[in-house]
């Protein structure tokens, strides 16, 4: 390992199908070219990205809290979890490390059902709706509360 400060970068359930599940909705970006955009913004900062996207809540929990003793900060989409998981975000809220909430669409102009994030609580910021331009945003964020 680098002595590089490292950040986590955090993806939930089927971002897996970016690119290919509704891009009207999630744009034609794939998981790969995003995590890339975060880690050459990373690296502009001095960072380096340790990604992880899983369709299971637990192992999510496990990256989240293993990240408090390799890591400087979170930057995660929880995706569907964002509005069902109060495990994500005391995981979060236990590591004490800051934390970047970030969706690529406007969660607040959809289902009413998504306009509730557990995560937004203990968020230093939550970025909504830029598409993949709010991974740039959330890592220049993070990097600002670092």
Do not use: K, W
């Not at 929880?78 to 669409?105: C, K, M, N, Q, Y």
């Not at 406007?106 to 937004?120: C, D, G, M, Q, T």
């Not at 598409?131 to 509360?145: E, I, K, M, W």
């Amino acid at each position: 390992m680098s002595t590089a400060r490292r950040i986590l970068l955090v993806n939930g359930p089927n971002l897996n199908l970016l690119g290919t599940r509704e891009p009207e909705i999630y744009g034609s970006v794939t998981l790969a070219e995003l995590e890339g955009i975060v880690t050459d913004r990373a690296e502009m900062h001095g960072l380096e990205v340790s990604a992880v996207q899983s369709n299971h809540e637990g192992e999510l929990i496990d990256r989240i809290q293993a990240a408090r003793e390799t890591c400087v900060g979170v930057i995660i989409n929880p995706g569907a979890f964002t509005h069902t998981s109060v495990a994500i975000r005391d995981a979060l809220s236990a590591i004490a490390l800051p934390v970047v909430e970030v969706h690529l669409s406007n969660i607040h102009r959809r289902e009413e059902f998504r306009h509730h994030s557990y995560v937004s609580g203990v968020a230093e910021a939550v970025i909504a709706g830029a598409g993949p331009d709010g991974y740039t945003f959330a890592v220049d964020v993070l990097a600002s509360h670092l």
